[in-house]
């Protein structure tokens, strides 16, 4: 099982980043995709999560309205589009699969929001 995400990095305050997480040793469509994150000295916070169908989303409200979480069954990737960011989304953000029986992650990607 892998989880592998890109797409972090050094971005200014109002700017933008695409978060992609390609998964692979499991049936894809039958997970739950979850974006965490966790900021220095904080708890980890789920960030978005989208069903296996990819039905309607869900938010923290702290990222809600900014943040787009997307899925590509066929690619096996999911998606995290971050607009609008905010030095307060600095953080490791790390994809998260999970189902009934199994819970499998990332191993995370740095975003940096910082003037």
């Known amino acids: 099982v892998r989880l592998v995400e890109s797409g972090g990095g050094l971005v200014q305050p109002g700017g933008s980043l695409n978060l992609s997480c390609v998964v692979s040793g499991f049936t894809f469509s039958r997970y739950v995709m979850n974006w965490y994150r966790r900021a220095p000295g904080k708890e980890r916070e789920l960030a978005a999560r989208?069903?296996?169908?990819?039905?309607?989303?869900n938010y923290a409200d702290s990222v809600k309205g900014r943040f787009t979480i997307s899925r590509d069954n066929a690619k096996n990737t999911v998606y995290l589009q971050m607009n609008s960011l905010k030095p307060e989304d600095t953080a490791v953000y790390y994809c998260n699969a999970n189902n009934w029986q199994y819970d499998y992650w990332g191993q995370g990607t740095q975003v940096t929001v910082s003037s």
């Open positions: 989208i069903s296996g169908a990819g039905g309607i989303p």
